[in-house]
């Protein structure tokens, strides 16, 4: 176990004992137990993963941040951050439904990573809604 401090600028989601985090780093997904060597990431948006110290595992959507794991310490500076609970379905829904319009219809007007990176939020958003739902 290693203690485990999960924040945004709104709120402290997890602040206890931990024996795992699963978190998307810029260059891949990473699992951090116990032990794991001194790391320093940016995070980008996906799925972010914590087994509890009694063992419960909880999912949340995660759209980018910063994480740090020294000597058994973990911090996880979200920007923003949603439990399944917490996500609002339509919203996720309608959100992916413009973007893709957008895509598909103004393709020649619009940003296009702004429009794919809104596309991959509402797409892990739903993900982890639907995860959540089936536990």
Known sequence: M???????????????????LIVPG????????????PIIASLKP????VRNGQGEEVLYAISGGI????ENNALVLADTLESSD??????????LKKALHRLEFDS????IHRT??????????IQVYEKGRSQ
Do not use: C, P
């Open 2 to 20: 290693y203690h485990l401090m999960v924040l945004t600028k709104k709120k402290t989601y997890f602040d206890g004992k931990a024996s795992s």
């Open 26 to 37: 810029t260059i891949g997904y990473m699992q951090i137990l116990k032990d794991h060597s």
């Open 46 to 49: 996906g799925k972010m993963q």
């Open 67 to 70: 994480f740090e794991f020294n």
């Open 86 to 95: 917490e996500i609002d379905i339509e919203r996720a829904e309608a959100a």
């Open 108 to 111: 020649e007007t619009i940003d």
């Open 116 to 125: 794919m990176q809104a596309i991959l939020r509402a797409q892990i958003r």
